[in-house]
């Protein structure tokens, strides 16, 4: 049964940087929206401290997440002066690409990485039903 690809990314968002950091996060959502039409959610949610985020993506497919980990990688990257992974979940199979980067990056910085590759039911509705 194929389901959409979605990541849930965990980040600590350092100590005193909140107020810089969140114009890049709303600019990365920004492009996001206007580069990635495939991409059906893509949002950055962030505690009362401001101290922790969640960054939950719903892709179509794997390629899509590929797509923008090529278009939008180096700014992705510029986020690690703000905030540090700490835990990546993966809910899709990913290419071996993206399972081999995913490790790669879990190996180097002691993130939590979970890869639930199997969708057993469900359905994804981006729009909710007139009451």
């Known amino acids: ?13 350092k100590p005193g940087v909140s107020a810089a950091y969140k114009p890049l996060a709303q600019e990365i959502c920004r492009l996001v929206e206007e580069a990635e039409p495939r991409v059906l959610a893509f949002n950055i949610w ?63 910085g002691g993130v939590s990485l979970t890869f639930h590759p199997m969708h057993w039911g469900g359905f994804t509705r981006l729009q909710s039903a007139a009451p």
């Open 1 to 13: 049964m194929d389901g959409p690809f979605i990541i849930r990314a965990k980040s600590r968002i």
């Open 46 to 108: 962030v505690d009362e401290a401001e101290g922790s985020e969640i960054v939950l993506q719903v892709h179509p497919d794997a390629d899509s997440l590929e797509y923008h980990l090529q278009i939008l990688g180096e700014k992705v990257r510029s986020t690690f002066e703000f905030a540090e992974f700490e835990s990546l979940e993966v809910y899709g199979p990913p290419s071996d690409r993206l399972q081999h980067l995913f490790e790669a990056e879990a190996a180097e």
